[in-house]
């Protein structure tokens, strides 16, 4: 396989389809080389328009999604971000490189080991995995969060954790019905929620079931 030409192929036919026109995120696709975190037995199927398996049962989210939900967070270099959920690291590598730190939590000690080692082997120093359950939140105070699990709501923890114009990235739902969720703070008690994209996504681990939370 040709995997320059193959990465090519993926942003060209995978991902500016899916209105990922941002130069910045198209250029950081080619930068951070997503067959680098994908898991060798898989190899070969790190351009593909699909999800890869991950230890855990859990998986990477396929390209053009994780595209997506970069374009939309829309780091910006002075910016400290969380993400829920560390996977194999690939989505974390991709917000560090436009954020000032990444915190990223895992809660499956093989997938914070995985992350680690290919966030470590790929030279990437502003990322800190953490192990532990985020499904509620995690402390601190944040610019942008990045849920890579479905929600079947937002729990108001991650709300408060936000700073005024920071955003939240969710997938909110419940199958067959998912969307991804741009939340923005933009005042003490005011959240504009904007539904971007439909899709399908595996819950995240120990996700709530009811909210007690309407905006």
Same mark, same amino acid.
């Given at each position: 396989?040709?995997?320059?030409? *193959?990465? /090519?192929?993926?942003?060209?036919?995978?991902?500016?389809?899916? =209105?990922? @026109? #941002?130069?910045? +995120?198209?250029?950081?696709?080619?930068?951070?080389?997503?067959?680098?975190?994908?898991?060798?037995?898989?190899?070969?199927? *790190?351009? /593909?328009?699909?999800?890869?398996?991950?230890?855990?049962?859990? =998986?990477? @989210? #396929?390209?053009? +999604?994780?595209?997506?939900?970069?374009?939309?967070?829309?780091?910006?270099?002075?910016?400290?971000?969380?993400?829920?959920? *560390?996977?194999?690291?690939?989505?974390?590598?991709?917000?560090?490189?436009?954020?000032?730190?990444?915190?990223? +939590?895992?809660?499956?000690?093989?997938?914070?080991?995985?992350?680690?080692?290919?966030?470590?082997?790929?030279?990437?120093?502003?990322?800190?995995?953490?192990?532990?359950?985020?499904?509620?939140?995690?402390?601190?105070?944040?610019?942008?969060?990045?849920?890579?699990?479905?929600?079947?709501?937002?729990?108001?923890?991650?709300?408060?954790?936000?700073?005024?114009?920071?955003?939240?990235?969710?997938?909110?739902?419940?199958?067959?019905?998912?969307?991804?969720?741009?939340?923005?703070?933009?005042?003490?008690?005011?959240?504009?929620?904007?539904?971007?994209?439909?899709?399908?996504?595996?819950?995240?681990?120990?996700?709530?079931?009811?909210?007690?939370?309407?905006?």
């Amino acid at each position: 396989m040709n995997i320059e030409q *193959a990465r /090519f192929n993926m942003i060209e036919q995978q991902i500016r389809p899916w =209105n990922v @026109l #941002a130069q910045d +995120v198209l250029d950081l696709l080619t930068v951070v080389k997503r067959e680098e975190f994908t898991p060798a037995a898989y190899r070969s199927l *790190a351009f /593909f328009d699909t999800e890869i398996p991950l230890p855990g049962g859990e =998986n990477m @989210l #396929a390209p053009k +999604v994780e595209a997506r939900i970069l374009q939309e967070a829309n780091v910006k270099k002075h910016e400290h971000v969380l993400e829920i959920g *560390a996977g194999s690291g690939y989505m974390a590598a991709l917000l560090a490189y436009k954020a000032r730190h990444v915190t990223s +939590v895992e809660i499956d000690p093989e997938l914070k080991a995985l992350a680690e080692k290919n966030l470590s082997a790929y030279g990437v120093t502003n990322v800190s995995v953490e192990l532990g359950n985020g499904a509620q939140g995690w402390q601190g105070e944040y610019d942008v969060i990045v849920i890579s699990g479905a929600l079947p709501f937002l729990p108001d923890t991650f709300l408060k954790q936000i700073k005024v114009g920071g955003r939240i990235l969710a997938i909110v739902g419940a199958a067959p019905v998912m969307s991804l969720q741009v939340i923005t703070r933009t005042s003490d008690q005011v959240y504009d929620t904007v539904d971007v994209f439909e899709l399908m996504a595996k819950s995240l681990h120990s996700a709530t079931e009811h909210s007690h939370f309407t905006f």
